[in-house]
């Protein structure tokens, strides 16, 4: 019995990567259908649907311990909405610089892949980093907030540059909690947490490319 303990362990972590994983790329598929419908939406379309998409991420932390279905549900929609709202800024960049949505794309995997990797497999407990982030991240938003008056030689690359390193913290710590949870329930709440540290680093990418040229 001793024995077979770890290996339930063992099975229901691998059940709680695989389906976290999967409700990643589904509300990436949302994201992108979302992204299509709205590449021609009005810009204060786009503004209410990016409240809308908070609001069902709310919402699922009130669901979670109640309802699977209803809690997936609103993650699909969440990908949905958050495409829908994401749309103007994407056909912006395909419009003027295209091959800046594919180094994005391939930088975002590759950076994802790499720090999740690290968060994954790492011993150390990453919630004290996890606590640096967000307010490292806030003080990001006031900096962006900055930006906007006050013109500062190099402050786009500074500000995206910033927040790939405050998201490369907030991958290592969602990853390691994908390994150390072995509660199924979470897995869209996890998988909702990933798919935002993706986007991120993908927006802030694509500010880089575009910088660049």
């Known amino acids: 019995m001793d024995q077979a303990y770890p290996a339930v362990v063992q099975d229901r972590g691998r059940v709680l ?37 908070f609001a069902a991420l709310i919402a699922m932390q009130f669901t979670v311990r109640k ?5 997936v549900a609103l993650l699909l929609l969440f990908g949905l909405l958050i495409g829908v709202a994401t749309a103007p800024t994407l056909v912006y960049y395909a419009s003027t610089d295209p091959q800046a949505l594919w180094q994005a794309g391939a930088a975002t ?10 968060g994954y497999a790492t011993r150390r407990d990453l919630s004290a980093l996890a606590r640096i982030c967000f307010w490292a991240l806030l003080a990001l938003i006031v900096f962006g907030i ?23 913290g907030f991958i290592m710590f969602d990853f390691q909690r994908l390994r150390r949870s072995r509660d199924i329930e979470v897995a869209p709440l996890l998988a909702a947490s990933i798919f935002l540290d993706i986007l ?8 880089i490319f575009r910088g660049s040229r």
Not at 149 to 165: E, K, M, R
């Open 17 to 53: 990567f695989a389906q976290t994983m999967g409700y990643v790329a589904a509300t990436t598929g949302f994201f992108a259908f979302g992204a299509y419908i709205g590449r021609n939406l009005l810009p204060g379309v786009a503004f209410l649907a990016y409240l809308a998409s």
């Open 200 to 207: 991120n680093v993908f927006l802030f990418f694509l500010r």
């Open 67 to 71: 309802s699977t279905q209803t809690t």
């Open 109 to 118: 995997a590759l950076f994802v892949a790499g720090f999740g990797a690290a």
């Open 146 to 168: 900055v930006l906007i008056f006050v013109n500062i030689p190099g402050g786009a690359l500074i500000y995206s540059i910033l927040g790939l390193v405050i998201f490369a």
